[in-house]
Each structure stands twice: as structure tokens, then as C-alpha cells.
């Protein structure tokens, strides 16, 4: 992998601030004795997702959000499975599930694209808050996961 590609593969896995992309480079540092190899590097991002960025997105939802509202949201992309869904996905779920009738979804997929859990995909265009701070949610759009929380939200 060339080092352009390398750089590009951690960004994505953060929102571009200082603070995910030095964790990124402590849990890099932390899984690799010199020069990190491709596992080292897949091992760090890993233990980064699960172990740093899906706190660190859950504390920015929180007062955005109640516990309880993140958790259900939370659970209800888990069910889903997958980082690229739509509303039918969550309607599906929603309207099966008991536990998700009082899930205010829209306020909490706005909460989720303002803190930069999810972003929006219209064609082959992805928007995320931290790429474009002007930008707002759209439902009609397909939604896609941030890939740092993927692994921690054990997605596809």
C-alpha cells in the first residue's frame, strides 16, 4: 500500500479532527513495534473502532439524544447489518419490533448526521457533516455509517 492510500485509509476511519486521528496513531503505535505492517495497521483500526470511536460518538450524541434513544437507534442499524441502508430498512425493523414503536427516528437520524455517526449518499456523492458543515440531513437519501463505527457496530 503507498503511502497516499495508507493516509487516506486512516482519515476515513476518523472525522478529520486532531483528536481521533492522534488516537488512530497511539492504537497504531500501540499494535506495532517499528515500521507497521498491513496487519498491524488493520489490527490498530480495529481496536480504534471498537475501543475509542463508538464511545466518542456515543458522548457527542449524548445530550443531543437520550441514552435509551441512542441505544435503540443504535440496535435498530445493528439489526439492519449493514453501513448503506434507507428508511425502509428501519421502517421494516420498526414495525416488527415493539421495543422501536417510540423511537423518534428522524430526530435521532438527524442527531446521528450532525454528531457524524451517518452521512448521506445521493448517487455515487457521500455527505458528511464534518465534510461540509453546511450540509443537513436528507431521509430520502440513502444513509451510510461512518466506516470508524462500522467494526464497532458490527457491520458490513
Known amino acids: 500500500?503507498?503511502?497516499?492510500?495508507?493516509?487516506?485509509?486512516?482519515?476515513?476511519?476518523?472525522?478529520?479532527?486532531?483528536?481521533?486521528?492522534?488516537?488512530?496513531?497511539?492504537?497504531?503505535?500501540?499494535?506495532?513495534?517499528?515500521?507497521?505492517?498491513?496487519?498491524?495497521?488493520?489490527?490498530?483500526?480495529?481496536?480504534?473502532?471498537?475501543?475509542?470511536?463508538?464511545?466518542?460518538?456515543?458522548?457527542?450524541?449524548?445530550?443531543f439524544l437520550k441514552s435509551e434513544e441512542i441505544d435503540l437507534m443504535i440496535e435498530i442499524i445493528s439489526l439492519i447489518g449493514r453501513s448503506r441502508f434507507n428508511m425502509d430498512h428501519i421502517?421494516?425493523?420498526?414495525?416488527?419490533?415493539l421495543r422501536f414503536k417510540s423511537v423518534d427516528v428522524n430526530k435521532c437520524l438527524k442527531a446521528f448526521f450532525n454528531c457524524n455517526a451517518i452521512g448521506n449518499v445521493d448517487g455515487s456523492y457521500i455527505t458528511f457533516k464534518y465534510r461540509n458543515r453546511h450540509t443537513t440531513f436528507n431521509p430520502n437519501s440513502d444513509i451510510l455509517v461512518h466506516v470508524g463505527l462500522r467494526k464497532g457496530w458490527n457491520l458490513t
Open 1 to 63: 500500500m503507498k503511502d497516499r492510500e495508507i493516509r487516506k485509509y486512516l482519515l476515513e476511519h476518523t472525522r478529520h479532527t486532531p483528536r481521533d486521528i492522534i488516537q488512530l496513531l497511539n492504537e497504531i503505535q500501540k499494535h506495532s513495534k517499528d515500521n507497521p505492517s498491513k496487519a498491524n495497521i488493520a489490527n490498530a483500526v480495529r481496536t480504534y473502532s471498537t475501543d475509542y470511536f463508538v464511545g466518542e460518538v456515543r458522548d457527542e450524541l449524548d445530550g
Open 91 to 97: 421502517d421494516r425493523i420498526k414495525n416488527t419490533d
